[in-house]
C-alpha cells in the first residue's frame, strides 16, 4: 500500500526522531563498534520476526530481487555503522551524527545518476546552505590527525549510508512494492547482523553485555532505533524524491547535535551552532519544492499530437 506524501514526510519525520537516539545509545554502551551494530540488528531481527509471525506473514521475501536489494541495503548498513560507531568514538555523538548526514549529498547525487532525478533551484539552494552549515559544525573538531580520522570515518558512513537507503528505493520500485516491510527489514536485519558479527570476530571485539547500562542502551538501539524508526522510514522512503528524503533525515543528527551539546556538556563554538541552525534551514528550503523524476518523451503517436520535433 503506497502512502500519500504528506503522510510519508510525516512518518519519515517521526523515523529521524527514533534515530536520532542511535548516536546517545552508542556512546552511553560499554561494547566495541561491531558489537554495539550486531546487537541492534539482532534485537531488530528478533521483533521483526515475531511481529511477522503475529500477523502470519511469511519472513522470506517471494521475489528474488527483493531478497537481493534488501540484503545488499544490509551489507552497505553494516558498513555504515561501524564506520559511524568509530566516529562517535573520536567525535562525539553530536558530530558524529552530522556527519554520517552527509548522506544527504550522495543520495543526491545518485538520485540524479540512478533515478533521473531532476533537482530544483531550491534544492540546490538547500544543498549549498546544508554544505556551509555542516562546514561550520566540521572546522573546529578538524584540528588534530584523530579529528581528521573521525570526519573521515563520518563522512564514509554517510557514502555507505546513502547507497543503503538507495537500495532501499529501489527495491520499492518492484511491482509488488518489494514485499511486506516487516519482511524487507528481517533481511535486511540479517545480513547486516552477520557482517557486523564477522567483524566483530575478525577484530576480537567482546560481545559480552557488561553491564545494566549497556543493555538499556542496546535494547534502545535495536527496539526504537532500528526496529520502529527505521520500519517508518523503509515505510515512507518510496512516496518521496531521494534528495528530501536525505533533507528530512538531517534532522536527526542537528537535533542529536543539541542534545550532546545542552545535556552531555559538549564543546560547542558560536559558529558550529550556527551551522546546525543552518543545516535546519537548509531542510526546510529543500522540501518547498523537491527533486522530479525526469518525464520520459511520449510515445510517437502522442508525439505527433503534440507537435512537431526538432530535428
Known amino acids: 500500500m503506497s502512502l ?3 503522510r510519508a514526510i510525516i512518518e519519515l519525520t517521526v ?15 560499554h561494547i566495541g563498534a561491531g558489537g554495539a551494530g550486531f546487537y ?9 520476526f515475531l511481529l511477522l509471525k503475529v500477523r502470519r506473514i511469511p519472513v522470506l521475501l517471494k521475489s528474488y530481487r527483493a531478497q537481493l536489494y534488501t540484503g545488499l541495503a544490509g551489507v552497505f548498513l553494516a558498513i555504515d555503522l561501524v564506520l559511524w560507531h568509530q566516529s562517535i568514538y573520536v567525535v562525539g ?18 538520485g540524479m545518476c540512478l533515478l533521473k532525478e531532476r533537482p530544483s533551484i531550491y534544492f540546490l539552494i538547500s544543498i549549498l546552505l546544508a554544505f556551509v552549515g555542516l562546514y561550520l559544525l566540521l572546522v573546529p573538531e578538524m584540528t588534530s590527525s584523530l579529528g581528521i580520522k573521525g570526519v573521515v570515518f563520518g563522512v564514509l558512513s554517510g557514502l555507505a549510508y546513502a547507497i543503503c537507503v538507495y537500495f532501499l528505493k529501489i527495491n520499492t520500485q518492484l511491482p509488488d512494492g518489494g514485499g511486506d516491510k516487516t519482511a524487507q527489514m528481517l533481511n535486511l536485519g540479517i545480513w ?3 557482517v557486523l558479527l564477522g567483524y566483530a570476530m575478525f577484530n576480537g571485539e567482546s560481545l559480552a553485555i557488561v553491564d545494566a547500562q549497556t543493555l538499556v542502551m542496546l535494547i534502545i538501539y535495536g527496539v526504537f ?15 518521496i524524491s531521494l534528495g528530501v528524503a536525505g533533507l528530512i533525515l538531517l534532522l536527526e543528527p542537528v537535533i542529536t547535535y543539541f542534545i550532546d551539546v545542552t545535556f552531555l556538556g559538549k564543546a560547542s563554538s558560536t559558529f558550529q551552532v550556527c551551522g546546525a541552525l543552518l543545516t535546519i534551514f537548509a531542510v526546510y528550503i529543500g522540501s518547498i519544492k523537491p527533486p522530479e523524476k525526469v518525464q520520459p518523451l511520449p510515445p510517437a503517436k502522442e508525439q505527433k499530437r503534440a ?4 530535428g
Not at 507537435?307 to 526538432?310: D, H, K, N, Q, V
Open 4 to 6: 500519500s506524501k504528506n
Open 15 to 29: 523515523g529521524g526522531l527514533m534515530l536520532s537516539l542511535s548516536a546517545l545509545a552508542v556512546a552511553f554502551a
Open 40 to 48: 541492534r540488528m539482532l534485537f531488530a531481527s528478533i521483533l521483526c
Open 93 to 110: 555523538p553530536g558530530i558524529g551524527s552530522i556527519l554520517t548526514n552527509c548522506q544527504v549529498f550522495f543520495m543526491t547525487v545518485l
Open 192 to 194: 547486516a547482523a552477520l
Open 225 to 239: 532505533v532500528q526496529f520502529v524508526g527505521w520500519l517508518l522510514v523503509n515505510r515512507s522512503i518510496g512516496s
Open 307 to 310: 507537435g512537431p520535433l526538432r
